[in-house]
């Protein structure tokens, strides 16, 4: 895979008015030609930001609102994508949110953590894919090192038979985005775009602190590691990557009868009309 040539690459980052992925943003604009930015807030909440990166780029900066708790706003901004561009060259799956206190289910009836963190990631990948599908199109999914200890019965998605705890909930939801990322590289038809899930290190975040009382790195590094899972010159092939090398996952995600019964049932979660 060629690294992508900032005169001509578009990119689609979500969760990007904080955090890793604010920082992301900052490094992407001056490194891309169209940088489609997503965020939860109104434009006028984050209007400097906005005008910061413009002030930066190489070319275009767009904001993208939806709030990930209702899958219908997801719908609604890849239809805004797509009426505005026919090429997406990198789409980063950054957005996510901590396990709250208690389970707490969506307006769509999916328990929140795993709805914002995995299943909104894969229905925007979804309806995205056929504008990614170039020879160097790509999909990163921000997965998390908690995925490995975490355990998942795609026949339980929800939660409502499993013990719940927040730090649970949250690790669950990286062991689905690092098991469809596997999946689609594997086992889903072709065409398809290159993927990679990635964890972007220990980082010093709002949502690190909201699950954790640790400390952790810079936003800018954990921003560093994503960027260059989305503009490496290498091509993934649906591997895990732990900060920038490939490491093993958790076992669940080698498992070809578990990725099939999560794909399964995340299908019908979403209603998807079928595998690609």
Not at 210 to 236: C, E, K, P, T
């Amino acid at each position: 895979m060629k690294p992508h040539n900032p005169e001509e690459t578009a990119v689609v980052l979500t969760g990007a008015t904080s955090g890793i992925g604010e920082a992301a943003a900052r490094l992407l604009a001056p490194r891309t030609s169209c940088l489609y930015v997503h965020g939860p807030e109104r434009p006028t909440e984050i209007g400097g930001l906005l005008e910061q990166l413009q002030a930066t780029s190489a070319g275009q900066v767009h904001y993208v609102q939806a709030d990930f708790d209702h899958l219908a706003a997801v719908e609604e901004m890849a239809a805004e994508i797509s009426k505005r561009t026919d090429r997406i060259d990198v789409l980063v799956n950054n957005a996510g949110r901590p396990g709250p206190p208690r389970r707490t289910i969506s307006r769509d009836g999916n328990e929140v953590t795993l709805q914002t963190n995995y299943l909104a990631a894969v229905l925007l990948t979804e309806r995205l894919t056929p504008l990614i599908l170039t020879a160097d199109g790509r999909v990163v999914h921000v997965a998390s090192a908690t995925h490995l200890s975490a355990s998942l019965d795609p026949d339980d998605l929800n939660l409502e038979h499993s013990p719940y705890s927040p730090t649970a909930a949250y690790a669950r939801s990286k062991l689905a985005l690092v098991a469809h990322a596997r999946w689609l590289a594997e086992q889903a038809s072709q065409p398809q775009p290159d993927i990679v899930s990635l964890h972007p290190g220990v980082i010093s975040t709002t949502l690190l602190h909201a699950m954790f009382d640790i400390g952790g790195a810079s936003v800018q590094y954990g921003a560093r590691n994503v960027v260059h899972a989305a503009l490496s010159g290498s091509r993934w092939r649906g591997q895990y990557v732990d900060e920038t090398r490939p490491a093993q996952p958790n076992a669940a995600a080698l498992d070809p009868d578990f990725r099939r019964r999560l794909a399964e049932r995340t299908s019908a979660v979403l209603h998807l009309s079928g595998h690609r």
